[in-house]
């Protein structure tokens, strides 16, 4: 097995069965994409919209595509036919894009909505204030073109284990309060997606079931 097999084999061993591995393959080159695809890896995790369309036709067919970078919406045309789901949504603007775009190609597109719980300026995300704006625009259904399957988070960069478990506590929070009175119109609403390289353990011991992956995987990424 070559490296990147073999850390997907790992990671993959010690992940409790439903949890989903996400490989984030930003930065890295198609013949790294393809080792982890032909070790059975099949949903890669770009943060770039030009990076991505142009792995895609490099890649086999069956390869799903997870947008999890901020997304600009003049971007989104472009992105869309491209992507099985979008993970990133960080705005109400942004999401009604989504869903004007989807329809205009007549597809129907999973989302996770952003949150941010982190006391970190640069990380983007709807905050706890925004819940109630964000549980009335979702009870409204009209988003006939997106499928609302769960949130996606991330916890403050820091060594403090108790800070990183507190965040992941949060996110869990508002995943099980959004999943309580949204569910019933959003069946789909199941997947709490939080954890990378450094705390994906953390994660999925506060109940993650898709985890993004990147250099654990691919090793450093150069800029
Ligand atoms: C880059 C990135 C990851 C993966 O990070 P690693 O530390 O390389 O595992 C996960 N999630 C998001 C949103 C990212 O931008």
Known sequence: MNDIAQQIFNIKQELPSGVVLVAVSKFHPIEALMAAYNSGQRIFGESRVQELIAKV???????????????????????????SMIQSVDSL????????????????VDVLLEFHVTHEDSKT????????????????????????????????????QDIILSD??????????????????NPEFKTLSMGMSEDYKMAVSQGSN????GSSIFGIREY
């Open 125 to 160: 995300g709807f905050t706890e204030n925004e819940f109630v704006d964000i549980e009335t625009e979702l009870l409204s259904q009209k988003y006939n073109n997106v499928r609302f399957c769960g949130i996606m988070g991330m916890a403050t960069n820091t060594d403090d």
């Open 210 to 213: 898709m985890v993004r992956v």
């Open 57 to 83: 036709p490099h890649m086999p067919a069956d390869a799903e595509w997870h947008f999890i970078g901020h997304l600009q919406t003049n971007k989104v045309k472009s992105l869309l036919p491209c992507v």
């Open 93 to 108: 603007k942004l999401l009604k894009v989504i869903n004007d775009e989807a329809a205009k190609i007549d597809k129907i």
């Open 168 to 185: 992941f506590s949060k996110l869990h929070i508002i995943f099980d309060k959004l999943k309580q009175t949204i569910s019933s119109n």
